[in-house]
């Protein structure tokens, strides 16, 4: 990858430019997992010292973007199954606060923008495109969140979704590769906006409480899920 040819943003100070830039480069998969970074390169390329590089490399380093090893080689971070699928748990428990909170927030335009989404994105489950229906998906869910009222809650969501991501895009990872996953996360997502619209928080946990992570469950026979009416 030739990083002299990113472009960047220039934020308030030096260590903050290159934490941005490198962090942007791996969740676009600019950066490999387990590609190692060599702090001189990144120094020549800001045309600065050692000192905003490393402060930049142990920022990416707390949040689980690097590994700094014993030898004291700088790699991406590649994450395991394992540990995506605990991610999945975070975003899991964040997202039924976030949904609940978003109720008081959620206007009549919004209700009908996330109707004309979820009608979308049927459309794309008729269809089978796995790839615009999990960015309808994702597009559906950061909707909501927006709406959530805390800044704090959306960032924190946002930033578990980009480290899945880099996940997806390393392993090559196609989501919604069974039928059974595919089916159960259209049929949450019917359901999710139904609950929304009725203000059902009861119903919005239940359904989210088991809808993170479809693109991982083997497939199983003979599984229904409710419907929209139901």
Not at 66 to 91: A, G, P
Not at 188 to 212: G, P, V, Y
Request: charged share 35%; net charge positive; with cysteine.
């Amino acid at each position: 990858m030739d990083l002299k040819s990113k472009k960047f943003k220039i934020p308030s100070t030096i260590s903050e430019t290159i934490y941005q830039f490198l962090r942007e480069a791996i969740i676009s998969g600019e950066l490999k997992p387990g590609q190692r970074i060599q702090e001189k390169d990144i120094a020549k390329i800001f045309n600065v010292s050692s000192t905003p590089v490393r402060e930049a490399f142990f920022r990416l380093a707390a949040e689980k973007y690097l590994v700094i090893n014993s030898r004291r080689e700088v790699l991406v971070e590649e994450k395991s199954l394992t540990e995506v699928q605990e991610l999945y748990e975070v975003v899991r428990a964040l997202d039924i606060i976030a949904t609940k909170k978003a109720l008081q927030h959620l206007t009549e335009k919004d209700i009908q923008e996330l109707e004309a989404m979820t009608n979308k994105l049927s459309e794309y489950f008729k269809k089978q495109d796995r790839r615009k229906y999990l960015q309808m998906n994702l597009m559906i869910h950061d909707k909501i969140w927006q709406k959530c009222g805390n800044r704090f809650l959306y960032e924190t969501l946002t930033e578990l979704m980009e480290k899945i991501a880099v996940y997806r895009r390393s392993k090559k990872f196609k989501p919604f590769t069974s039928s059974y996953a595919i089916d159960k996360s259209h049929g949450d997502h019917l359901n999710l906006f139904k609950a929304i619209k009725e203000q059902d928080k009861k119903r919005i946990e239940k359904i989210i409480s088991t809808h993170w992570g479809e693109e991982f469950f083997k497939e199983k026979k003979n599984q229904k899920f409710p419907s929209i009416s139901e």
